[in-house]
């Protein structure tokens, strides 16, 4: 650790030197004749208040909202092509998100537990995994915050944080719209309108809908499976009674009606004789799907259906900000509600060998109060105080019944209460040197009541339980911080170094297991982040280059893997590995060579291995034994793309009158070997490339733009699992695409 630590501290002083020697070098905005055009400089409130991104000391990547649109980015998945270290996968190819920055992941197919990752809508958090999943739209940045992020957040993460910030109501009337058709008779729009009510009041109301993009099909019928039906609104009032007070209502509503994306057999299906096998499917666009009567009776969901989502979001927030001259003083006040009925076939087939159901309910209410220092000076402060409260109501339905004889029904009601206190100071010693300090306390309670799973042997009978309900409690109260010094060597140049600990909460396996095998929580997960990093800029910002280095050392990290029961053999559980460590950084550029020309390249690297777990569970070696016998993963790889690669260029064209920008980006998502899984469902890695073609009038409201996504038809996985042994199952990535887009603004 302290040869590569020693590696690191060079990297980043070499880099210092560098931006110091282009500061004496070339201070004007005219390079050999070429008149160069600065690059914009970019604002983010990831400290919470309104700074330059260059003088965060914090590893992130900012995307604008046109970034958003090129790319079609309009869920949080999709960040992962352009966002260095980071990944999203579906658990399953659900709507479960499992997300990992740096390396800092979670997979878990239920929806009780919390994310390693923190998502943020206007500073309002998304504890639910599964409320994250809806269209993000009207959007003014993203901010992705890598490493642990809790003396300045409501929540705690051991990952990072995602940031989304919406577009204000103006003070002026305004309005456009932007819309887009595609292959597989794909639609998105958005559309807004804003403007004032009277001298203190202005309002902001924006929708999006999209429909339609069905690619898959039945392998046997034919039938098609994947169109999206999807739309929501969010309205915005925002009153300045005086100077002094800003408030900001804020709701929104939302609802997915889309079928869900179908999965293809990467190896042949025959589990059940005499049932026929079914062929390994030889393209990714072939699916299938099927359930039982017995099925039909318990959830009510038709034998034939396909599968669906059927969900609604809908949430209200208050944010009041108060100047107090030296301080202002900001009360978030929040409520988020998500109804969740998805229905999946995680075997592919029209057999009834593995189906699954999700009936969930959460509400979220939460409640942030900070005060923060107003006034220039060495000294700035801010101090917070963050309540949550949360319930979570969930049935999870499997179909097993041509594979095992029974289906079966979990159900149970989680409770979650937490409290915290943060606190982060800063003081600059002089203009070059400045130290960063934080806290935060925080005590947390996750109650499960009524836990238990069921099971039906007969069409239309009751469900019969597998044990008696059970009921669950797990209480934390950690203290963690965070030290930092950073150094200006000049005015484009900084270098920083942190220490910092994050904590993910414990929780409950909670599925399909029985409530007397599940009583264990596992633990919460600690993170100490070590971390040096750079931010310059060179020729007059024209250049950009940001780097960091980090190590991370893992306590109780949070492992799906599996325990073994008496009565039931194997069945999947999440255990704490004790020791384990990740490492790596991430370089980002953005490059305007001359002003027509714009260029963005990143890359990340992360790669760590287990020092101390010796819980997981060898399940062909216990069921051979008919008793639990474990396998020490010592110096096994975590398992996670160890790379990532991003970039973009694109190029003005001066047309009388008009401006034509061809543009192109592209990503390289590494390959994934997961640990536990075995290397039949290893990820092979995968490039993507996706291009625009913009024209846009010099003096006009609108513009115009052909697109092609995945260009060169990529075939590659984002999901390779099983959910029952014999039934190896892959979620495909979406083929090529082109379309047209127009915007309007007015």
């Given at each position: 650790?302290r040869?590569?630590l020693?590696?690191?501290?060079?990297?980043?002083?070499?880099?210092?030197g560098?931006?110091?020697?282009?500061?004496?070098?070339?201070?004007?905005?005219?390079?050999?004749?070429?008149?160069?055009?600065?690059?914009?400089?970019?604002?983010?409130?990831?400290?919470?208040?309104?700074?330059?991104?260059?003088?965060?000391?914090?590893?992130?990547?900012?995307?604008?909202?046109?970034?958003?649109?090129?790319?079609g980015?309009?869920?949080?998945?999709?960040?992962?092509?352009?966002?260095?270290?980071?990944?999203?996968?579906?658990?399953?190819?659900?709507?479960?998100?499992?997300f990992?920055?740096?390396?800092?992941?979670?997979?878990?197919?239920?929806?009780?537990?919390?994310?390693?990752?923190?998502?943020?809508?206007?500073?309002?958090?998304?504890?639910v995994?599964?409320?994250?999943?809806?269209?993000?739209?009207?959007?003014?940045?993203?901010?992705?915050?890598?490493?642990?992020?809790?003396?300045?957040?409501?929540?705690?993460?051991?990952g990072?944080?995602?940031?989304?910030?919406?577009?204000?109501p103006?003070?002026?009337?305004?309005?456009?719209?932007?819309?887009?058709?595609?292959?597989?008779?794909?639609?998105?729009?958005?559309?807004?309108?804003?403007?004032?009510?009277?001298?203190?009041?202005?309002?902001?109301?924006?929708?999006?809908?999209?429909?339609?993009?069905?690619?898959?099909?039945?392998?046997?019928?034919?039938?098609?499976?994947?169109?999206?039906?999807?739309?929501?609104?969010?309205?915005?009032?925002?009153?300045?009674?005086?100077?002094?007070?800003?408030?900001?209502?804020?709701?929104?509503?939302?609802?997915?009606?889309s079928?869900?994306?179908?999965?293809?057999?990467?190896?042949?299906?025959?589990?059940?004789?005499?049932?026929?096998?079914?062929?390994?499917?030889?393209?990714?666009?072939?699916?299938?799907?099927?359930?039982?009567?017995?099925?039909?009776?318990?959830?009510?969901?038709?034998?034939?259906?396909?599968?669906?989502?059927?969900?609604?979001?809908?949430?209200?927030?208050?944010?009041?900000?108060?100047?107090?001259?030296?301080?202002?003083?900001?009360?978030?006040?929040?409520?988020?509600?998500?109804?969740?009925?998805?229905?999946?076939?995680?075997?592919?087939?029209?057999?009834?060998?593995?189906?699954?159901?999700?009936?969930?309910?959460?509400?979220?209410f939460?409640?942030?109060?900070?005060?923060?220092?107003?006034?220039?000076?060495?000294?700035?402060?801010?101090?917070?105080?963050?309540?949550?409260?949360?319930?979570?109501?969930?049935?999870?339905?499997?179909?097993?019944?041509?594979?095992?004889?029974?289906?079966?029904?979990?159900?149970?009601?989680?409770?979650?209460?937490?409290?915290?206190?943060f606190?982060?100071?800063?003081?600059?010693?002089?203009?070059?040197?400045?130290?960063?300090?934080?806290?935060?306390g925080?005590?947390?309670?996750?109650?499960?009541?009524?836990?238990?799973?069921?099971?039906?042997?007969?069409?239309?009978?009751?469900?019969?339980?597998?044990?008696?309900?059970?009921?669950?409690?797990?209480?934390?109260?950690?203290?963690?911080?965070?030290?930092?010094?950073?150094?200006k060597?000049?005015?484009?140049?900084?270098?920083?170094?942190?220490?910092?600990?994050g904590?993910?909460?414990?929780?409950?396996?909670?599925?399909?297991?029985?409530?007397a095998?599940?009583?264990?929580?596992?633990?919460?997960?600690?993170?100490?982040?070590?971390?040096?990093?750079f931010?310059?800029?060179?020729?007059?910002?024209?250049?950009?280059?940001?780097?960091?280095?980090?190590?991370?050392?893992?306590?109780?990290?949070?492992?799906?893997?599996?325990?073994?029961?008496?009565?039931?053999?194997?069945?999947?559980?999440?255990?704490?590995?004790?020791?384990?460590?990740?490492?790596?950084?991430?370089?980002?550029?953005?490059?305007?060579?001359?002003?027509?020309?714009?260029?963005?390249?990143?890359?990340g690297f992360?790669?760590?291995?287990?020092?101390?777990?010796?819980?997981?569970?060898?399940?062909?070696?216990?069921?051979?034994?008919?008793?639990?016998?474990?396998?020490?993963?010592?110096?096994?790889?975590?398992?996670?793309?160890?790379?990532?690669?991003?970039?973009?260029?694109?190029?003005?064209?001066?047309?009388?009158?008009?401006t034509?920008?061809?543009?192109?980006?592209?990503?390289?998502?590494?390959?994934?070997?997961?640990?536990?899984?075995?290397?039949?469902?290893?990820?092979?890695?995968?490039w993507?490339?996706?291009?625009?073609?913009?024209?846009?009038?010099?003096?006009?409201?609108?513009?115009?733009?052909?697109?092609?996504?995945?260009?060169?038809?990529?075939?590659?996985?984002?999901?390779?699992?099983?959910?029952?042994?014999?039934?190896?199952?892959a979620?495909?990535?979406?083929?090529?695409?082109?379309?047209?887009?127009?915007?309007?603004?007015?």
């Amino acid at each position: 650790m302290r040869k590569w630590l020693l590696g690191a501290s060079v990297f980043v002083l070499a880099f210092s030197g560098a931006a110091l020697a282009a500061e004496t070098e070339d201070d004007s905005s005219d390079l050999d004749g070429v008149k160069l055009a600065k690059l914009e400089t970019v604002t983010v409130t990831a400290q919470r208040r309104e700074e330059s991104a260059q003088n965060v000391g914090i590893s992130l990547t900012v995307l604008s909202d046109k970034e958003l649109s090129d790319r079609g980015i309009n869920t949080v998945n999709q960040l992962q092509y352009v966002v260095p270290s980071f990944e999203a996968v579906p658990a399953f190819g659900s709507g479960q998100p499992e997300f990992r920055l740096r390396g800092v992941g979670f997979d878990d197919y239920g929806s009780n537990n919390s994310s390693t990752v923190g998502v943020y809508l206007d500073e309002v958090a998304f504890p639910v995994p599964a409320s994250t999943q809806g269209l993000f739209f009207d959007i003014s940045r993203v901010e992705v915050l890598r490493g642990p992020q809790g003396t300045l957040y409501g929540r705690n993460t051991t990952g990072g944080a995602i940031n989304f910030v919406t577009n204000r109501p103006a003070d002026t009337f305004g309005a456009g719209a932007n819309v887009e058709y595609g292959s597989y008779n794909a639609f998105h729009g958005e559309a807004y309108l804003t403007g004032p009510i009277d001298d203190t009041l202005k309002f902001r109301l924006a929708a999006t809908t999209e429909q339609g993009g069905a690619w898959q099909k039945d392998r046997i019928s034919g039938e098609s499976l994947g169109d999206k039906d999807k739309a929501a609104v969010r309205g915005q009032l925002e009153w300045t009674p005086v100077p002094a007070v800003d408030v900001l209502l804020e709701g929104h509503w939302g609802y997915d009606k889309s079928e869900s994306n179908g999965l293809y057999l990467f190896t042949p299906l025959d589990i059940a004789p005499p049932l026929p096998a079914i062929p390994a499917d030889t393209t990714r666009s072939a699916t299938g799907w099927g359930g039982s009567t017995a099925f039909q009776g318990l959830t009510g969901i038709a034998s034939d259906a396909k599968p669906f989502h059927n969900s609604i979001n809908d949430g209200v927030s208050l944010n009041a900000k108060f100047d107090l001259g030296g301080a202002e003083l900001t009360s978030i006040t929040a409520y988020e509600h998500l109804r969740r009925r998805e229905y999946n076939d995680w075997d592919a087939s029209a057999y009834a060998y593995a189906g699954v159901y999700f009936d969930t309910g959460s509400n979220v209410f939460s409640q942030e109060v900070r005060l923060a220092s107003k006034d220039e000076g060495p000294f700035q402060w801010l101090v917070g105080v963050y309540y949550s409260n949360e319930t979570l109501n969930e049935g999870f339905y499997s179909d097993f019944w041509q594979s095992l004889g029974f289906d079966t029904r979990t159900s149970y009601n989680q409770f979650v209460n937490s409290i915290a206190g943060f606190a982060q100071v800063e003081y600059s010693f002089n203009d070059q040197w400045k130290i960063v300090g934080g806290l935060r306390g925080e005590g947390e309670t996750r109650k499960q009541k009524g836990y238990v799973t069921a099971g039906v042997y007969a069409p239309g009978t009751p469900p019969a339980d597998f044990s008696a309900p059970a009921d669950k409690t797990l209480d934390s109260t950690p203290l963690t911080g965070k030290v930092e010094l950073e150094y200006k060597p000049s005015e484009s140049a900084l270098l920083y170094a942190s220490i910092s600990e994050g904590v993910k909460s414990g929780g409950f396996t909670s599925y399909n297991v029985p409530s007397a095998s599940a009583s264990q929580a596992f633990k919460p997960e600690t993170l100490w982040a070590y971390e040096l990093g750079f931010k310059t800029s060179f020729y007059d910002n024209t250049l950009q280059l940001n780097g960091s280095a980090f190590y991370y050392d893992y306590h109780n990290q949070q492992v799906q893997s599996a325990i073994w029961t008496t009565a039931y053999g194997a069945i999947g559980a999440i255990v704490n590995a004790r020791n384990s460590h990740i490492y790596g950084g991430e370089l980002e550029a953005q490059w305007r060579p001359v002003t027509e020309l714009f260029i963005t390249q990143s890359v990340g690297f992360k790669t760590g291995s287990f020092d101390n777990f010796n819980s997981d569970l060898d399940i062909a070696a216990s069921t051979a034994a008919n008793s639990a016998v474990y396998v020490n993963r010592k110096g096994a790889q975590v398992g996670f793309p160890k790379g990532s690669y991003q970039g973009s260029v694109a190029y003005d064209i001066g047309l009388n009158g008009f401006t034509l920008q061809p543009e192109i980006d592209y990503a390289f998502h590494d390959g994934r070997v997961p640990l536990l899984l075995g290397p039949t469902y290893n990820i092979h890695a995968y490039w993507l490339f996706n291009a625009n073609l913009t024209l846009t009038p010099d003096h006009g409201p609108w513009e115009v733009a052909l697109f092609g996504r995945n260009i060169f038809d990529q075939k590659y996985d984002v999901e390779r699992n099983f959910f029952l042994g014999g039934i190896n199952i892959a979620a495909p990535g979406t083929p090529a695409t082109i379309g047209v887009r127009l915007s309007l603004k007015y």
